[in-house]
């Protein structure tokens, strides 16, 4: 099975082949800037060469996209200040939204039930195969923790999950 990074990036090689004649190294520029935007889904790159700059290269590319926050704080849980917010339950606890992919829900799930958060944001940045994880966590069990010894937490947590990822993106923080 191939990921969707892998067949967008096997469709923007098609797509480089058959751009007008601007040189080879034109279009292994093209290629490797294409490649990188492919890969990252957090920022928006813009093409190395100025003519390659084109609706037809950057379809598919919005960092926006995939981006989802979810919050239980009282100033970024409002449907006007944050459309994709889930609201908080009467515990107080972050409700699990329903287009989280089967992995996505799993690592949802073990870190509600492990840290109570207040913040998080759990998303396959693999695209789709689920070998890398974004993980963005906001909990008060982390008050007077520092950086390392919180990602050692969630990492425990995630223990044997993590065991069939190729990586993992770790933000934690407190509220």
């Keep these: 099975m191939i990921c969707r990074a892998c067949l967008r990036t ?23 800037w294409l490649l990188s935007a492919a890969v990252s889904s957090h920022s ?19 960092p926006s996209a995939c981006h ?7 100033a970024s849980s409002s449907a006007s200040a944050q459309p994709n917010a889930s609201m908080s339950t ?5 409700e ?19 840290f109570a958060p207040t913040e998080l944001v759990v998303q396959d940045i693999s695209g789709g195969c689920g070998s890398m994880y974004g993980i963005d966590i906001s909990s008060e069990k982390f008050r007077g923790l520092n950086m390392l010894k919180q990602q050692r937490l969630v990492n425990a947590a ?7 990822w190729h990586g993992v993106q770790l933000k934690t923080r407190t509220p």
């Design 68 to 74: 989802r926050l979810f919050t239980t704080s009282a």
């Design 158 to 164: 995630l223990g044997d999950l993590m065991k069939d």
């Design 10 to 32: 096997n469709g923007a090689f098609a797509v480089t082949e058959s751009l007008p004649a601007q040189g080879l190294l034109h279009r292994r520029a093209a290629q490797r």
């Design 96 to 114: 699990k939204p329903g287009f989280l992919s089967e992995g996505e829900s799993q690592v949802w799930d073990r870190l509600v039930a492990e």
């Design 90 to 94: 009467s515990a107080g606890r972050l």
């Design 44 to 62: 928006r790159f813009e093409p190395p060469i100025p003519s390659l700059r084109g609706d037809r290269l950057r379809q598919g590319t919005s």
